[in-house]
């Protein structure tokens, strides 16, 4: 299917190990907290945000175990590899109204090991150990948002 695969345009170019370490952050916070993958997010080079709709503020215990477990999945050097699928095959396993409107019928799923999977038409590091480190540098939970920032040192 790849060789004929027509995805929509994508007008970003992403920092690609901020963008891998926010798909991490993204997968262990919804699994974690039971949220849901951040419902505003900004990923940038220098320093990059999330937002989760919670019921409560995250404790500095519970992100410094993200941190720690970000950092683990880095160390590990887990590969990060893409599937091609229509969307038909794949309604029952992603939020499908998180794509655009005009979305192809072809969607990408990006894979990090088997710790996180997500719909996603940006760039990506090849193996975790691309990224060298990874800093929740602030956090900060107001009117049932939980905001993360953080950064990430790569090679």
Not at 39 to 63: C, G, N, P, W
Request: charged share 30%; with cysteine.
């Amino acid at each position: 299917m790849e060789d004929n695969v027509v995805l929509n345009e994508h007008n970003k170019q992403e920092f690609a190990p901020a963008h891998t370490a926010e798909h991490l952050l993204n997968g262990l916070v919804a699994q974690r907290f039971g949220c849901g993958r951040a419902f505003s997010a900004h990923v940038e080079r220098k320093k990059s945000k999330l937002d989760y709709h919670l019921d409560r503020q995250m404790t500095a215990e519970e992100i410094a175990s993200l941190e720690a477990e970000i950092n683990r999945i880095i160390k590990e050097d887990v590969e990060v590899w893409t599937e091609f699928v229509t969307q038909d095959e794949v309604r029952s396993r992603f939020d499908m109204n998180r794509l655009p409107d005009d979305a192809s019928e072809t969607v990408r799923i990006v894979h990090i090991g088997n710790y996180d999977e997500c719909l996603c038409v940006g760039k990506h590091v090849q193996r975790t150990g691309e990224i060298i480190g990874f800093r929740i540098s602030s956090s900060r939970w107001e009117n049932g948002v939980q905001r993360l920032v953080f950064r990430v040192d790569a090679k």
